[in-house]
């Protein structure tokens, strides 16, 4: 993948506006922290990417991470210099909570652009007797890759709701999840990424399921223990076998860069994203959110000068985060 991308960009540098390629001081190449396969980060990242070496003349190499939680970590580390997360996972690291570099404040992410909201999603096959999220209780539940954003936060709600002491979790990549679904290696299939998730398309293409919409309690609790999360509405038919609109709760989304990034480069990679929203949509479908008036929903992490310097120049209100 990374092999594929430096031959796009170096193929594409004579066609570069001048100034992009007088920018010396910019990396030869970065690398982009998205997620599992089947995941939203993946194909997201990988359309973005080609995007980015195909316009800028930077190799961006996409690689596959735990998720938000390892990503907010790589970027702080300089390990890479571009990543996705969601915005509570973000915060919680920015506060020195975070479970891979406890009692570190991660001090040096920065925000690029928005990119969608992530909703919590919970599927199962429609023989299974599992009809609400309380007949989850004694299940074995597949959450997600350790250290992404959907195994963070549904652990968090297994292990802190009422009732749901016995349900057993494991962990594994989105489209190895839906697999264990369907093999009943697990009873339920638990996650959260954009619309629509790759894994639960593809499971519903292949098999009779079921996906589970969360009732008030649920939604409650839910809110109570993650207070970042905001109510939200999955469309009916967003897959197969669902043909009613499901309740559940989100975070958003955001890309972000280490502060050390170049001005120019950060303004000129939010640039790319903000201006080519028709591209952005091809790359991922839940790119519809990927909207410069969204940089609003965005009040934890700092922005980089660079982006912000883009927003303020096409009148967009940047948030001023301490």
């Not at 961006?60 to 907010?72: H, M």
């Not at 790589?74 to 996972?89: A, K």
């Not at 999955?234 to 502060?259: C, K, R």
């Amino acid at each position: 993948m990374k092999f594929t991308a430096f031959i796009a960009a170096a193929a594409c540098v004579a066609a570069l506006p001048a100034a992009a390629q007088d920018n010396a001081d910019w990396p030869a190449s970065i690398t982009i922290g998205t997620g599992s396969q089947g995941g939203t980060y993946f194909g997201y990242g990988s359309g973005f990417g080609a995007m980015i070496s195909e316009e800028l003349g930077v190799n961006a190499g996409v690689e596959i991470t735990g998720g938000p939680v390892q990503n907010v970590t790589l970027v702080e580390t300089g390990e890479h210099q571009l990543g996705f997360v969601t915005l509570g996972p973000a915060d919680e690291a920015r506060r020195g909570e975070s479970p891979l570099m406890p009692g570190t404040p991660h001090e040096a992410v920065r925000a690029l652009f928005p990119m969608y909201q992530t909703p919590l999603q919970a599927a199962v096959l429609a023989s299974s007797d599992i009809e609400s999220f309380q007949d989850l209780q004694g299940k074995r539940v597949g959450v997600g890759p350790a250290g992404g954003t959907s195994a963070t936060y549904w652990t968090r709600f297994f292990e802190n709701a009422e009732g749901y002491g016995d349900v057993t979790i494991s962990n594994a990549g989105g489209s190895d999840t839906a697999g264990q679904l369907k093999d009943g290696l697990i009873d339920a299939f638990v996650y959260a990424a954009g619309l629509p998730t790759g894994a639960y398309s593809q499971l519903a293409v292949e098999n009779d399921v079921r996906f589970l919409s969360m009732d008030d309690e649920t939604l409650s609790t839910m809110k109570e223990i993650v207070p970042a999360m905001a109510d939200f509405t999955i469309p009916a038919d967003t897959y197969e076998d669902q043909p009613e609109d499901l309740q559940t709760v989100s975070l958003w989304n955001f890309a972000i860069a280490h502060e050390d990034m170049p001005e120019s480069l950060a303004y000129e990679i939010t640039a790319l994203a903000m201006e080519n929203h028709d591209r952005m949509m091809t790359n991922h479908a839940a790119a519809s959110e990927t909207l410069p008036e969204n940089v609003s929903k965005n009040t934890v992490i700092p922005f980089h000068p660079g982006a912000a310097r883009w927003f303020e120049e096409n009148g967009f209100d940047v948030p001023l985060v301490e």
